[in-house]
C-alpha cells in the first residue's frame, strides 16, 4: 500500500530491488530470513524511494500492533538509574530494526500494578512486554505466564520458580572478580557497601563478596542501608572512622561509590593511593577524569538485544533464537585509578 509521504508500494521497491514482494515483506519483518546481498539490495531501494510501511495495514492483516509494551518505573528521590536507561535505548533500537516500537507506560509496583497491563492487553496495545527491574515475589512473570502472554525478562525470578524467558547479569561472579582483584593488589581488610537484605539484585552481589572473601581467607564485613551516594558517603565514614578500617571497599553500585569517594575526601585520604573502592555498572561518570572508578560493567547492549530477539522469537516475528531460556551473563571488571595496590593501612582515628 502507498504511503502518503512518498507514494512508493511494496510492489515498487520489490521492482526496484528485482525481488519479489514477499522478500520485501521479509527483509521488513524478518530480515535474518534474508540473504544479507539480497537484503542490502532491498534496504537501498527502500531509502532511494523512501517507503514507509502503512502500519494500520498490517495491522489489520496481521492483528498485531508492532508494539512492545515496557513499564518505567520512577527512580527513587536522590537515586539515578543510568542502566535502565541504557537498556531501554538498545530495547528501543533493536525493535526497530524490526520494525516494531516500545510502548513506554508506568504502573504502580506490585499487584496493584498488574491491571495496567491487563487494561494494554485488553486494548491490544502491544503484543507482548518487556520487563525490568524484577523484584523478590515479583507478580509479573507469574501473572503474564497464566494469561499465555509473551514476555521476556531483564532480570531473574528472585524467588520461586522461574517463569518465563529472562536474561541477567551473573553480580555473584562481579563481586567475586572484584574481591580477587583486590585481594591480588594486597588487600586483606575489604569491606563492602550493599542495599537491605531482600533486593534480589543487592543480595546477589553481597553473596559474591562473602564467597570470594571466605575462599580467601578475609573476614567478611558488610554494612547495609537504603540510598545511592548519599548513604554510600555514610556507611564508607562509619567503616573509615572504625576500629581497623578497611583499605578497600566493594560498592554495591556506582552511586553508593561516588558517596565512597566523598567520604574518602571528607577525610583527606585518596581513592587508589589509601583506600581502594570498586563500583559496580561502570556509569559514565565512572570514567570522569578525577573519578577514574574501577567498575563492573553490564553487557546492557547486549542484552537489550537479546530479549527483545527472544520476545520476537515467541511473537513468531523472527526465528526462536537457540539455546537456554535462562541467560546469565558475567559483567567485566573495568580498572581505573581508584583501586591500587594496598599501602599502609588508613590509621584508625585517635580521640584528642
Same mark, same amino acid.
Given at each position: ?5 512518498s507514494g512508493?508500494t511494496l510492489e ?9 514482494r514477499?522478500?520485501?515483506?521479509n ?7 534474508v540473504a544479507p546481498e539480497t537484503r542490502e ?5 527502500i531509502r532511494a524511494?523512501?517507503?514507509?510501511p502503512?502500519r494500520s495495514?498490517r495491522?489489520l492483516r496481521t492483528r498485531m500492533s ?10 527513587a528521590a536522590?537515586n539515578?538509574?543510568p542502566v ?5 535505548h *538498545?530495547?528501543?533500537?533493536s $525493535?526497530?530494526?524490526h ?8 504502573a504502580p509496583? /506490585?499487584? #496493584? &500494578?498488574?491491571d495496567?497491563?491487563a487494561?494494554?492487553?485488553a486494548?491490544?496495545?502491544v503484543d ?5 527491574d ?5 507478580p509479573?512473570?507469574g501473572?503474564?505466564?497464566?494469561q ?8 531473574r525470578?528472585?524467588?520461586?520458580p522461574d517463569r518465563?524467558?529472562?536474561v ?5 561472579a562481579?563481586m567475586?572478580e ?7 593488589l594486597?588487600h586483606?581488610r575489604?569491606a563492602?557497601?550493599?542495599w537491605?537484605e ?7 552481589r553481597v *553473596?559474591g563478596?562473602?564467597? $570470594?572473601?571466605?575462599?580467601?581467607g578475609?573476614?567478611p564485613?558488610i554494612?547495609?542501608a537504603? /540510598?545511592g #551516594? &548519599? ?5 564508607a565514614?562509619?567503616l573509615?572512622d572504625?576500629p ?10 556506582d552511586?553508593?561509590?561516588y558517596?565512597?569517594l566523598?567520604a574518602?575526601?571528607d577525610r583527606?585520604?585518596r ?9 559496580f ?17 553490564q553487557?546492557?547492549?547486549?542484552i537489550?538485544?537479546?530479549v527483545?530477539?527472544m520476545?520476537?522469537?515467541?511473537l513468531?516475528?523472527v526465528e526462536l533464537?537457540p539455546g537456554?531460556?535462562h541467560?546469565?551473563l558475567r559483567p ?9 595496590p594496598?599501602?599502609?593501612a588508613p590509621?584508625a582515628?585517635t580521640e584528642a
Amino acid at each position: 500500500m502507498a504511503t502518503p509521504e512518498s507514494g512508493a508500494t511494496l510492489e515498487s521497491v520489490a521492482s526496484a530491488a528485482g525481488v519479489s514482494r514477499q522478500t520485501v515483506s521479509n527483509v521488513l519483518n524478518a530480515p535474518e530470513r534474508v540473504a544479507p546481498e539480497t537484503r542490502e539490495r532491498v534496504e537501498q531501494a527502500i531509502r532511494a524511494l523512501r517507503y514507509r510501511p502503512n502500519r494500520s495495514a498490517r495491522s489489520l492483516r496481521t492483528r498485531m500492533s508492532n508494539l512492545l509494551g515496557y513499564c518505567v518505573q520512577p527512580a527513587a528521590a536522590g537515586n539515578l538509574n543510568p542502566v535502565l536507561d541504557r537498556f531501554v535505548h *538498545a530495547v528501543t533500537e533493536s $525493535a526497530a530494526e524490526h520494525g516494531f516500537h516500545v510502548l513506554l507506560f508506568t504502573a504502580p509496583a /506490585g499487584s #496493584a &500494578g498488574l491491571d495496567r497491563y491487563a487494561e494494554l492487553l485488553a486494548q491490544r496495545a502491544v503484543d507482548g512486554f518487556v520487563l525490568a527491574d524484577t523484584v523478590v515475589a515479583d507478580p509479573r512473570p507469574g501473572w503474564l505466564t497464566e494469561q499465555g502472554v509473551p514476555f521476556v525478562a531483564f532480570g531473574r525470578s528472585w524467588s520461586g520458580p522461574d517463569r518465563g524467558r529472562w536474561v541477567d547479569v551473573d553480580g555473584a561472579a562481579g563481586m567475586t572478580e572484584a574481591v580477587e582483584h583486590l585481594h591480588a593488589l594486597g588487600h586483606r581488610r575489604i569491606a563492602f557497601i550493599g542495599w537491605p537484605e531482600g533486593s534480589g539484585v543487592g543480595d546477589d552481589r553481597v *553473596a559474591g563478596y562473602t564467597a $570470594a572473601c571466605l575462599r580467601l581467607g578475609l573476614d567478611p564485613r558488610i554494612v547495609r542501608a537504603e /540510598g545511592g #551516594a &548519599g548513604t554510600g558517603r555514610a556507611l564508607a565514614g562509619t567503616l573509615l572512622d572504625g576500629p581497623e578500617p578497611p583499605t578497600a571497599l566493594v560498592c554495591v553500585s556506582d552511586e553508593s561509590a561516588y558517596g565512597a569517594l566523598r567520604a574518602l575526601a571528607d577525610r583527606g585520604l585518596r581513592p587508589g593511593e589509601d583506600v581502594a573502592v570498586v563500583g559496580f555498572d561502570d556509569t559514565p561518570a565512572a570514567r570522569l577524569p578525577g573519578v577514574d572508578l574501577t567498575s563492573l560493567s553490564q553487557p546492557i547492549e547486549q542484552i537489550g538485544r537479546e530479549v527483545v530477539q527472544m520476545l520476537l522469537g515467541l511473537l513468531g516475528v523472527v526465528e526462536l533464537p537457540p539455546g537456554p531460556e535462562h541467560r546469565l551473563l558475567r559483567p567485566t571488571l573495568a580498572v581505573r585509578a581508584s583501586s591500587r595496590p594496598a599501602g599502609p593501612a588508613p590509621a584508625a582515628p585517635t580521640e584528642a
